[in-house]
């Protein structure tokens, strides 16, 4: 019996990047067994009991409900000079 072959799927994307977070904090949590880079937004989740942030939908792209880009340097002047 001869089987077809299936049509490969995509290949998973990421709509973001962690190391581009502004949520990404140093823990040290001996209590929690936590030592490293943590989303902060991810950890208080967690511990709340709420559903994970990250979640990937049908068009095979990973996405995450608390990322928070790091504002630019350039930004930051434009923000500042908005306000004087």
Do not use: S
Request: a negative charge; charged letters at 40%; aromatic letters at 8%.
């Amino acid at each position: 019996m001869i089987g077809r072959r299936r049509k490969n799927l995509p290949k998973w994307r990421y709509d973001f990047n962690c190391r581009k977070c502004d949520n990404i904090q140093f823990i040290d949590d001996p209590a929690r067994g936590r030592l490293g880079d943590y989303c902060v937004a991810c950890v208080e989740a967690f511990d709340q009991g709420r559903p994970n942030p990250i979640h990937a939908d049908d068009d095979r792209v990973v996405r995450c409900d608390c990322f928070r880009p790091i504002p630019e340097p350039e930004e930051e002047e434009q923000k500042e000079g908005e306000h004087t």
